[in-house]
């Protein structure tokens, strides 16, 4: 695809679990793919902050398992990405931007790239193209710039930079250093000196400025990402990174394996409503909210309550007297938390993590590239799924070895492969599936096929399946 000369490049950062916002966000279905704010995504609200004029198309890094989820919000919302970049494993973010960088050079030595992550809410994204175009002559005469926040609150969840003197000609300070997240009390002091900025995570800076810097700093490093992309496999419209090579490095963050020896390391102070919604509080913070100040939103009754987030995907909520609280409910979860104990709610998850409780991993619905399913009901030897398959789509060409399955079609046309059978199936109409049989589900049709999947056998677990054939590419 054409790029304008002298664009910015920008490198959208889709990895993060995002588990402080459990219920809602889990592993296999983070933050920055849900709609919390308006009726985009994050990671798309992200992606069309850098649709204009001065931009290139942006270039996606995620991990595997939401390839398919990433790929369908970007064309929601009409913007074809450079490239979809998988990666096998999470190492931080200087490899994930060391990939960048090497791509983005060879198709030009001096290009300009943007970092930023998937999962940040800018009130004002004009304000913020226009820093980032403030501070793009810096960074192309060859300082690594990063972009410091202006604190409102002594925030102890973010990481703050320590800003030096301003640099002559332009809007940016030499960076003095990064620093960890404070308590309260050192919160305050970083407040009041007013030399201190909250640290967002995004970066400006040329390609073959930030692999020079790799290259002094962490050569072990770049030289994994060297192999890892040397060996990558181009599938559809993925880059697939070489797993051995990329998951023996030692990740690290930009901060740390570049900035803080860069000699040339710059912040550009920015204004422009940016939140990390690193936590609920966080969240309801930047939501519109009623006149006793709580969010509400879904199934919810809430008399004499202030200060709440309440937010119901599942069932009913009743919420009597509450005040700074947050009350979450998916369909298979609920948390009650106090808004100011929302930080410890990754405890949470560890926990439900370390007793295998599938809630800490998967959604309620879970979306493939062939549709979605939820689960209904599991008990001892069974589980009841809703399957909705795409029109057109289809599920891989598979068999299992310690399950079987009944399927009934409750609304659309099904095609069913089963052994060496075809059978057209419309509503109301069922077939059963054995153990060991090899079968397919496609939607011949143009509206979408529901169809309830029972599941009987002495495991029923995902990875009970054994594909034969796979039209997305999936092993």
């Given at each position: 695809m054409a790029v304008e000369p002298g664009a910015i490049h920008p490198v959208i950062l889709c990895g993060g679990s995002g588990t402080r916002l459990w219920p809602l966000s889990r592993a296999d279905y983070p933050k920055q793919l849900l709609r919390l704010i308006g009726d985009n995504t994050m990671l798309q609200d992200t992606a069309m902050r850098f649709a204009r004029p001065g931009f290139a198309p942006p270039l996606l890094l995620c991990n595997e398992s939401h390839r398919f989820i990433l790929a369908e919000q970007m064309r929601e919302i009409g913007t074809?990405?450079?490239?979809?970049?998988?990666?096998?494993?999470?190492?931080?973010?200087?490899?994930?931007?060391?990939?960048?960088?090497?791509?983005?050079?060879?198709?030009?030595?001096?290009?300009?790239?943007?970092?930023?992550?998937?999962d940040h809410i800018i009130a004002d994204p004009d304000g913020l193209t226009a820093a980032i175009r403030d501070a793009a002559p810096l960074a192309a005469t060859g300082s690594l710039v990063t972009f410091g926040v202006t604190p409102d609150a002594p925030e102890t969840g973010f990481g703050y930079i320590r800003r030096g003197a301003a640099i002559a000609g332009g809007p940016c300070h030499i960076l003095d250093r990064f620093v960890e997240k404070p308590d309260k009390q050192r919160a305050k002091e970083y407040i009041a000196s007013g030399d201190y900025l909250w640290n967002s995570g995004m970066f400006l800076f040329s390609t073959a400025r930030y692999l020079e810097e790799l290259e002094r700093c962490r050569p072990d490093l770049l030289?994994?990402?060297?192999?890892?992309?040397?060996?990558?496999?181009?599938?559809?419209?993925?880059?697939?990174?070489?797993?051995?090579?990329?998951?023996?490095?030692?990740?690290?963050?930009i901060d740390y394996a570049v900035m803080e020896d860069c000699g040339q390391a710059a912040v550009m102070p920015i204004d422009v409503g940016w939140s990390d919604v690193g936590s609920w509080r966080a969240l309801w913070q930047v939501t519109a909210r009623d006149a006793d100040d709580n969010f509400i939103e879904g199934d919810v009754i809430a008399l004499d309550c202030t200060s709440s987030y309440i937010r119901s995907d599942g069932p009913l909520i009743a919420a009597l007297g509450l005040e700074d609280i947050a009350v979450v409910a998916t369909r298979d979860a609920i948390l009650v938390a106090p808004k100011d104990k929302a930080e410890a709610v990754k405890d949470v998850v560890a926990a439900l993590s370390a007793a295998g409780?599938?809630?800490?991993?998967?959604?309620?619905?879970?979306?493939?590239?062939?549709?979605?399913?939820?689960?209904?009901?599991?008990?001892?030897?069974?589980?009841?799924?809703?399957?909705?398959?795409?029109?057109?789509?289809?599920?891989?060409?598979?068999?299992?070895?310690?399950?079987?399955?009944?399927?009934?079609?409750?609304?659309?046309?099904?095609?069913?492969?089963?052994?060496?059978?075809?059978?057209?199936?419309?509503t109301n109409q069922s077939t059963y599936i054995a153990t060991g049989v090899h079968h397919r589900l496609e939607n011949p049709g143009t509206e979408p096929l529901h169809v309830v999947e029972v599941?009987?056998?002495?495991?029923?677990g995902e990875d009970d399946i054994v594909r034969l054939e796979d039209r997305y590419g999936r092993s």
């Open positions: 074809a990405p450079a490239r979809i970049v998988l990666e096998p494993v999470g190492r931080n973010t200087a490899p994930a931007a060391a990939i960048a960088a090497l791509m983005l050079t060879a198709q030009d030595s001096e290009a300009l790239m943007l970092i930023s992550p998937a030289g994994a990402c060297r192999a890892a992309l040397a060996e990558a496999d181009a599938e559809q419209d993925f880059l697939r990174l070489a797993k051995e090579p990329f998951a023996a490095m030692t990740g690290d963050s409780r599938s809630e800490a991993e998967a959604p309620p619905r879970v979306v493939r590239p062939w549709g979605a399913f939820e689960g209904l009901r599991h008990g001892p030897g069974f589980q009841v799924k809703l399957l909705t398959v795409n029109p057109g789509a289809g599920i891989s060409l598979q068999y299992h070895n310690r399950r079987a399955e009944h399927w009934v079609v409750v609304a659309g046309r099904a095609r069913v492969t089963r052994g060496e059978e075809t059978l057209e199936l419309s599941q009987s056998g002495d495991y029923l």
